[in-house]
């Protein structure tokens, strides 16, 4: 095992210091009935020697009853460690998976750009189910065995040295195949769980642009690509199933050939008077013991690899760095009225940093105001809004609200200041009050349905057969356009932040929808310092001011007369865009 997935390991095992208790009563439960399983072949020599042979019924009857009351301690020792055990199992795993998602929902979105979504997903929940195997199970199993094994071990030399010698001389033999193999397994089993997670990002790519793999009769493409993806997933773990199969084989061949071996001496030796049959069948008991014992073990070896690979995957998702952080000492953010001032600001995205998006850019928005931000596609206008928000940092410059560089903010006091409203809104899976809650939980009723009049829905919602506790699916499947956004916009109206982030909320809706966001959006904006994108040049003519920005730099600034006339881009938009709507 390699140095990283040894220390990925360890720190996986961490977690499981908060307790110590139950594993004492784990690990109390794993000896008390190793110790009764390991007692039965005393049991068992006992009433071969004294029951069957003395020919007495009586000592027959004591001994059968001790030996049913060790198997009654067995079974309580049993289910007290299985019970105590796949509870640790279990509390573990929701401990590493809270932690996991408590890091992943910090990190900065630059991650997430970088890092398949889907994939990030699948570990949180195969890699997750694997983990929870082993530790609420595999591992239970591997100690016992490896008690029974030494315990097993020992008992066989008190019961007879000659025989034990036997035993002895095939764990050599055990012991290579299984370092062999051992090797073999631990790397397949990493690739089988990169595979299986392909597999699970690609189902769930798949079913999330469900009407477009439809609209375009895809099916047969993607069902074949999947094929694909299933099959790299089959072959890598066949290679692995096969290497643990010769593994298991290999090992019951030798050990149980050497008790084959054993039996045969043992047997004459009986004949010969040198030993007892009862000797011989303790004997046979803990061979049979030692001999399950390594088997079991080599086989849980192969478990214990793959959960090693798991923690590895896990244990790289709780070291990532989170480069979007608050400061150590932040600074107060005053009253917010909307100054900001965007200084020179210069960005590229960590992914293309060849590419500068953001070049040289100089901006002061005014409290109050409504800036509207218009420009070619790719101009730099929604990075400037990931910049405002601190998705990523700039990488020269600075941005300042109310005076104070944003970096010195504290995050959730500097988000606070904002309510964003995208393009594509981003609702989730639940009632149609809990996405309007989302940006304040603690709302009443009443002012969530007077949020949802104000942005022109609440007649929607309870023309609905459900009202307020309508279901929406992923992504609020059903819902038009125009309602999706004013529910966006109710949203915002509950998080009464005040500035407002408009991102080309209106540009692909119909007339009609359009009309009704308009005016949610003017409810909303009233009072607010608001900055618009806007493809469609025809919705921000009435701003404050607009900002012309072409290739991450602002080209121009002014009212939409001056730029008609100041500005030829500018102007030559407007000329296309009013063309193009004749």
Same mark, same amino acid.
């Given at each position: 095992?390699?140095?990283?997935?040894?220390?990925?390991?360890?720190?996986?095992?961490?977690?499981?210091?908060?307790?110590?208790?139950?594993?004492?009563?784990?690990?109390?439960?794993?000896?008390?009935?190793?110790?009764?399983?390991?007692?039965?072949?005393?049991?068992?020599?006992?009433?071969?020697?004294?029951?069957?042979?003395?020919?007495?019924?009586?000592?027959?009857?004591?001994?059968?009853?001790?030996?049913?009351?060790?198997?009654?301690?067995?079974?309580?020792?049993?289910?007290?460690?299985?019970?105590?055990?796949?509870?640790?199992?279990?509390?573990?795993?929701?401990?590493?998976?809270?932690?996991?998602?408590?890091?992943?929902?910090?990190?900065?979105?630059?991650?997430?750009?970088?890092?398949?979504?889907?994939?990030?997903?699948?570990?949180?929940?195969?890699?997750?189910?694997?983990?929870?195997?082993?530790?609420?199970?595999?591992?239970?199993?591997?100690?016992?065995?490896?008690?029974?094994?030494?315990?097993?071990?020992?008992?066989?030399?008190?019961?007879?040295?000659?025989?034990?010698?036997?035993?002895?001389?095939?764990?050599?033999?055990?012991?290579?195949?299984?370092?062999?193999?051992?090797?073999?397994?631990?790397?397949?089993?990493?690739?089988?769980?990169?595979?299986?997670?392909?597999?699970?990002?690609?189902?769930?790519?798949?079913?999330?642009?469900?009407?477009?793999?439809?609209?375009?009769?895809?099916?047969?493409?993607?069902?074949?690509?999947?094929?694909?993806?299933?099959?790299?997933?089959?072959?890598?773990?066949?290679?692995?199933?096969?290497?643990?199969?010769?593994?298991?084989?290999?090992?019951?061949?030798?050990?149980?050939?050497?008790?084959?071996?054993?039996?045969?001496?043992?047997?004459?030796?009986?004949?010969?008077?040198?030993?007892?049959?009862?000797?011989?069948?303790?004997?046979?008991?803990?061979?049979?013991?030692?001999?399950?014992?390594?088997?079991?073990?080599?086989?849980?070896?192969?478990?214990?690899?793959?959960?090693?690979?798991?923690?590895?995957?896990?244990?790289?998702?709780?070291?990532?760095?989170?480069?979007?952080?608050?400061?150590?000492?932040?600074?107060?953010?005053?009253?917010?009225?909307?100054?900001?001032?965007?200084?020179?600001?210069?960005?590229?995205?960590?992914?293309?940093?060849?590419?500068?998006?953001?070049?040289?850019?100089?901006?002061?928005?005014?409290?109050?105001?409504?800036?509207?931000?218009?420009?070619?596609?790719?101009?730099?206008?929604?990075?400037?809004?990931?910049?405002?928000?601190?998705?990523?940092?700039?990488?020269?410059?600075?941005?300042?609200?109310?005076?104070?560089?944003?970096?010195?903010?504290?995050?959730?006091?500097?988000?606070?200041?904002?309510?964003?409203?995208?393009?594509?809104?981003?609702?989730?899976?639940?009632?149609?009050?809990?996405?309007?809650?989302?940006?304040?939980?603690?709302?009443?009723?009443?002012?969530?349905?007077?949020?949802?009049?104000?942005?022109?829905?609440?007649?929607?919602?309870?023309?609905?057969?459900?009202?307020?506790?309508?279901?929406?699916?992923?992504?609020?499947?059903?819902?038009?356009?125009?309602?999706?956004?004013?529910?966006?916009?109710?949203?915002?109206?509950? *998080?009464?932040?005040?500035?407002?982030?408009?991102?080309?909320?209106?540009?692909?809706?119909?007339?009609?929808?359009?009309?009704?966001?308009?005016?949610?959006?003017?409810?909303?904006?009233?009072?607010?310092?608001?900055?618009?994108?806007?493809?469609?040049?025809?919705?921000?003519?009435?701003?404050?001011?607009?900002?012309?920005?072409?290739?991450?730099?602002?080209? *121009?600034?002014?009212?939409?007369?001056?730029?008609?006339?100041?500005?030829?881009?500018?102007?030559?938009?407007?000329?296309?865009?009013?063309?193009?709507?004749?």
């Amino acid at each position: 095992m390699t140095n990283n997935r040894w220390q990925a390991v360890l720190k996986a095992a961490a977690f499981l210091k908060p307790y110590k208790l139950s594993m004492g009563f784990s690990l109390l439960a794993l000896f008390v009935t190793a110790g009764i399983t390991l007692s039965i072949g005393q049991g068992i020599r006992l009433l071969v020697d004294q029951g069957f042979a003395t020919q007495s019924s009586e000592l027959l009857g004591r001994y059968v009853l001790i030996f049913l009351a060790l198997v009654v301690l067995l079974a309580i020792g049993t289910f007290t460690r299985y019970y105590w055990v796949t509870w640790l199992g279990e509390r573990v795993i929701a401990d590493i998976r809270r932690k996991v998602f408590a890091h992943l929902i910090d990190l900065h979105p630059g991650f997430f750009e970088a890092n398949r979504s889907l994939e990030i997903q699948s570990r949180l929940t195969a890699d997750m189910t694997l983990l929870q195997s082993v530790v609420g199970s595999s591992v239970s199993v591997a100690l016992r065995n490896l008690i029974m094994l030494i315990g097993g071990v020992i008992l066989l030399f008190v019961t007879n040295i000659k025989l034990t010698v036997i035993v002895m001389l095939s764990i050599p033999l055990v012991i290579v195949p299984i370092l062999i193999f051992g090797r073999r397994v631990r790397e397949l089993s990493r690739q089988s769980q990169d595979r299986v997670a392909a597999v699970g990002a690609y189902v769930g790519e798949m079913l999330g642009q469900i009407k477009t793999v439809q609209a375009y009769n895809h099916q047969t493409a993607d069902k074949v690509h999947f094929e694909r993806y299933v099959e790299d997933a089959f072959l890598i773990a066949r290679q692995r199933t096969l290497q643990r199969a010769w593994l298991i084989a290999m090992v019951i061949v030798l050990v149980f050939g050497a008790i084959g071996i054993m039996l045969w001496i043992g047997g004459m030796d009986v004949i010969a008077g040198r030993i007892s049959g009862g000797e011989l069948a303790a004997f046979i008991f803990y061979s049979i013991i030692v001999g399950s014992a390594i088997g079991s073990v080599s086989e849980v070896l192969g478990d214990l690899q793959r959960a090693a690979g798991a923690a590895e995957r896990t244990m790289e998702l709780l070291e990532e760095p989170c480069q979007i952080c608050s400061p150590v000492n932040s600074r107060q953010l005053p009253e917010v009225v909307g100054n900001i001032v965007f200084e020179q600001v210069c960005f590229a995205y960590p992914s293309r940093p060849e590419m500068q998006v953001i070049s040289d850019f100089s901006l002061t928005v005014q409290p109050g105001e409504t800036l509207a931000l218009v420009g070619l596609s790719g101009a730099g206008k929604s990075t400037l809004f990931d910049l405002l928000l601190r998705f990523y940092d700039v990488q020269s410059g600075n941005i300042k609200l109310e005076g104070v560089d944003i970096r010195d903010l504290d995050l959730a006091d500097l988000r606070r200041s904002f309510a964003l409203v995208s393009q594509n809104p981003a609702l989730f899976h639940g009632s149609i009050e809990q996405n309007l809650r989302y940006a304040c939980p603690d709302a009443t009723d009443t002012e969530v349905e007077m949020a949802a009049e104000a942005a022109f829905i609440h007649d929607f919602i309870m023309s609905l057969p459900r009202g307020y506790q309508t279901h929406l699916g992923d992504t609020g499947l059903g819902l038009s356009g125009g309602q999706k956004q004013r529910l966006a916009i109710a949203r915002a109206i509950l *998080a009464d932040a005040p500035v407002l982030l408009l991102d080309e909320a209106t540009s692909a809706l119909d007339s009609q929808s359009e009309s009704w966001v308009q005016q949610a959006i003017a409810e909303l904006s009233a009072g607010r310092t608001t900055l618009v994108i806007a493809h469609r040049l025809s919705t921000v003519m009435t701003a404050d001011r607009i900002a012309l920005i072409h290739h991450g730099r602002l080209e *121009a600034l002014g009212t939409h007369p001056e730029l008609m006339q100041t500005s030829d881009l500018y102007a030559h938009l407007a000329r296309s865009q009013l063309q193009t709507s004749a």
